[in-house]
Protein backbone atom coordinates (compact mmCIF):
# COMPACT_ATOMS: atom_id res chain seq x y z
CA UNK A 1 0.00 0.00 0.00
CA UNK A 2 1.29 3.60 -0.89
CA UNK A 3 0.77 6.50 1.26
CA UNK A 4 1.10 10.00 -0.71
CA UNK A 5 4.38 11.43 0.54
CA UNK A 6 2.76 15.00 1.05
CA UNK A 7 -1.03 15.78 1.25
CA UNK A 8 -1.57 18.20 -1.34
CA UNK A 9 -3.13 21.80 -0.64
CA UNK A 10 -7.03 21.32 1.70
CA UNK A 11 -5.75 17.64 1.57
CA UNK A 12 -3.68 18.59 4.85
CA UNK A 13 -6.65 19.19 7.08
CA UNK A 14 -7.53 15.86 6.49
CA UNK A 15 -4.33 13.48 5.95
CA UNK A 16 -0.84 13.18 7.35
CA UNK A 17 2.59 12.80 5.54
CA UNK A 18 3.47 9.42 3.76
CA UNK A 19 7.05 7.84 4.65
CA UNK A 20 9.43 6.01 2.49
CA UNK A 21 8.15 2.94 3.24
CA UNK A 22 5.28 2.66 1.00
CA UNK A 23 7.24 3.14 -1.99
CA UNK A 24 7.35 -0.19 -3.44
CA UNK A 25 7.66 -1.43 -7.30
CA UNK A 26 6.22 -4.69 -7.45
CA UNK A 27 7.06 -7.42 -9.94
CA UNK A 28 4.29 -8.84 -11.41
CA UNK A 29 5.78 -11.42 -13.22
CA UNK A 30 5.01 -9.75 -16.86
CA UNK A 31 6.57 -6.22 -15.58
CA UNK A 32 7.21 -3.74 -12.61
CA UNK A 33 4.53 -1.90 -11.73
CA UNK A 34 4.93 1.24 -9.63
CA UNK A 35 2.44 4.18 -8.98
CA UNK A 36 2.36 8.00 -7.67
CA UNK A 37 -0.53 9.77 -6.21
CA UNK A 38 -1.74 13.22 -8.35
CA UNK A 39 0.92 15.85 -7.86
CA UNK A 40 3.47 13.18 -6.13
CA UNK A 41 4.35 13.15 -9.75
CA UNK A 42 5.76 16.15 -9.53
CA UNK A 43 8.38 15.77 -7.44
CA UNK A 44 11.67 14.94 -9.08
CA UNK A 45 13.21 12.96 -6.39
CA UNK A 46 10.64 10.37 -6.07
CA UNK A 47 10.37 9.90 -9.97
CA UNK A 48 14.05 8.92 -9.98
CA UNK A 49 13.34 6.31 -7.00
CA UNK A 50 10.59 4.67 -9.11
CA UNK A 51 12.84 4.70 -11.84
CA UNK A 52 15.49 3.01 -9.90
CA UNK A 53 13.56 0.22 -8.75
CA UNK A 54 12.73 -0.57 -12.56
CA UNK A 55 9.29 0.25 -12.95
CA UNK A 56 7.74 -0.47 -16.19
CA UNK A 57 4.20 0.31 -15.80
CA UNK A 58 3.66 3.77 -13.85
CA UNK A 59 0.19 4.40 -12.49
CA UNK A 60 -0.91 7.85 -11.48
CA UNK A 61 -4.55 8.41 -10.54
CA UNK A 62 -5.26 12.00 -10.49
CA UNK A 63 -7.47 14.67 -9.58
CA UNK A 64 -5.61 17.10 -12.20
CA UNK A 65 -7.46 17.63 -15.54
CA UNK A 66 -5.42 20.08 -17.07
CA UNK A 67 -3.43 19.78 -20.40
CA UNK A 68 -0.65 20.26 -18.25
CA UNK A 69 -0.89 17.23 -16.70
CA UNK A 70 -1.12 15.08 -20.02
CA UNK A 71 2.19 17.08 -20.82
CA UNK A 72 3.50 15.95 -17.02
CA UNK A 73 2.48 12.22 -17.96
CA UNK A 74 4.36 12.59 -21.34
CA UNK A 75 7.59 13.48 -19.87
CA UNK A 76 7.52 11.04 -16.88
CA UNK A 77 7.17 8.52 -19.55
CA UNK A 78 9.58 9.51 -21.78
CA UNK A 79 11.77 10.33 -18.73
CA UNK A 80 11.71 6.83 -17.20
CA UNK A 81 11.08 4.92 -20.27
CA UNK A 82 8.29 3.02 -18.96
CA UNK A 83 4.56 3.03 -20.02
CA UNK A 84 2.18 5.39 -18.08
CA UNK A 85 -1.19 5.06 -17.32
CA UNK A 86 -2.55 7.71 -15.76
CA UNK A 87 -6.52 7.85 -13.95
CA UNK A 88 -8.34 10.83 -14.16
CA UNK A 89 -11.35 11.27 -12.59
CA UNK A 90 -14.32 12.61 -14.27
CA UNK A 91 -17.16 14.21 -11.79
CA UNK A 92 -20.28 16.01 -11.90
CA UNK A 93 -22.47 18.11 -10.05
CA UNK A 94 -25.16 15.67 -9.74
CA UNK A 95 -22.53 13.26 -8.35
CA UNK A 96 -22.58 15.32 -5.05
CA UNK A 97 -24.94 15.71 -2.23
CA UNK A 98 -27.52 18.21 -2.34
CA UNK A 99 -25.91 20.41 0.57
CA UNK A 100 -22.46 20.79 -1.39
CA UNK A 101 -22.27 23.76 -3.38
CA UNK A 102 -19.25 23.72 -5.62
CA UNK A 103 -17.61 26.81 -6.89
CA UNK A 104 -18.41 25.54 -10.33
CA UNK A 105 -22.19 25.77 -9.85
CA UNK A 106 -25.47 23.96 -8.42
CA UNK A 107 -26.66 22.97 -12.29
CA UNK A 108 -26.51 18.94 -12.39
CA UNK A 109 -24.55 18.91 -15.44
CA UNK A 110 -22.22 20.64 -14.26
CA UNK A 111 -18.72 18.94 -14.99
CA UNK A 112 -16.48 19.22 -11.85
CA UNK A 113 -13.23 17.27 -12.85
CA UNK A 114 -13.11 16.96 -16.65
CA UNK A 115 -10.77 13.68 -16.59
CA UNK A 116 -8.23 13.06 -18.72
CA UNK A 117 -7.25 9.36 -18.49
CA UNK A 118 -4.37 8.37 -20.86
CA UNK A 119 -2.27 5.67 -21.83
CA UNK A 120 1.47 6.73 -22.96
CA UNK A 121 4.23 5.01 -24.18
CA UNK A 122 7.90 4.44 -22.98
CA UNK A 123 8.74 7.11 -25.68
CA UNK A 124 6.00 9.45 -25.14
CA UNK A 125 3.68 8.46 -27.49
CA UNK A 126 -0.20 8.27 -26.08
CA UNK A 127 -1.37 5.36 -26.98
CA UNK A 128 -4.91 6.22 -25.64
CA UNK A 129 -6.63 9.02 -24.44
CA UNK A 130 -7.17 11.70 -23.09
CA UNK A 131 -10.34 10.58 -22.08
CA UNK A 132 -12.82 13.58 -21.31
CA UNK A 133 -16.24 14.43 -21.13
CA UNK A 134 -17.44 11.61 -19.70
CA UNK A 135 -16.75 8.03 -17.75
CA UNK A 136 -15.22 5.31 -19.48
CA UNK A 137 -11.94 2.33 -19.89
CA UNK A 138 -9.10 2.81 -21.71
CA UNK A 139 -7.38 0.16 -22.91
CA UNK A 140 -4.27 0.02 -25.24
CA UNK A 141 -2.14 -3.13 -26.13
CA UNK A 142 1.55 -2.74 -24.78
CA UNK A 143 4.34 -4.12 -26.44
CA UNK A 144 6.44 -4.96 -22.78
CA UNK A 145 9.39 -4.95 -25.67
CA UNK A 146 9.19 -1.39 -26.12
CA UNK A 147 10.81 -1.28 -22.64
CA UNK A 148 14.52 -2.35 -23.45
CA UNK A 149 14.24 -0.48 -27.33
CA UNK A 150 13.76 3.07 -25.48
CA UNK A 151 16.06 2.39 -22.73
CA UNK A 152 18.69 1.39 -25.17
CA UNK A 153 19.36 5.14 -25.66
CA UNK A 154 18.45 6.30 -21.91
CA UNK A 155 18.27 4.96 -19.12
CA UNK A 156 18.11 7.72 -16.56
CA UNK A 157 18.95 5.61 -13.48
CA UNK A 158 20.96 3.12 -15.29
CA UNK A 159 24.06 3.60 -18.02
CA UNK A 160 22.60 7.72 -18.32
CA UNK A 161 22.95 7.95 -14.60
CA UNK A 162 26.38 9.19 -13.45
CA UNK A 163 26.67 7.49 -9.98
CA UNK A 164 30.30 9.49 -9.94
CA UNK A 165 28.36 12.72 -10.11
CA UNK A 166 25.10 11.80 -8.80
CA UNK A 167 23.79 10.42 -6.01
CA UNK A 168 20.08 9.64 -4.02
CA UNK A 169 19.41 8.37 -0.94
CA UNK A 170 15.96 7.27 -0.08
CA UNK A 171 14.94 6.73 3.37
CA UNK A 172 12.25 3.54 3.04
CA UNK A 173 12.11 3.06 6.90
CA UNK A 174 8.76 3.36 8.13
CA UNK A 175 7.92 6.88 9.79
CA UNK A 176 5.08 7.25 12.65
CA UNK A 177 2.92 10.22 11.48
CA UNK A 178 1.11 10.66 14.67
CA UNK A 179 3.24 10.25 17.86
CA UNK A 180 0.96 9.75 21.24
CA UNK A 181 2.73 11.40 24.42
CA UNK A 182 1.76 11.33 28.53
CA UNK A 183 -0.70 9.07 29.79
Known sequence: MHRKLVPTAAERCLRGQGDGSTLPVVDTGE???????????YMPLLRTAMYAKGVDLWCAPTVDDRDAWQATMRHIALEGRCFVLTAGQYLRRDALPDDVHPVQGNEPGTVLIGGGSVIVSPL???????????????????????????RFDLDTTGHYARPDVFTLQVDESPRATVTVTGG
Not at 128 to 133: H, I, Q, V, Y
Open 124 to 150: GEVLAGPLRDGEGILTAELDLDDLARA
Open 31 to 41: GRLGAAICWEN
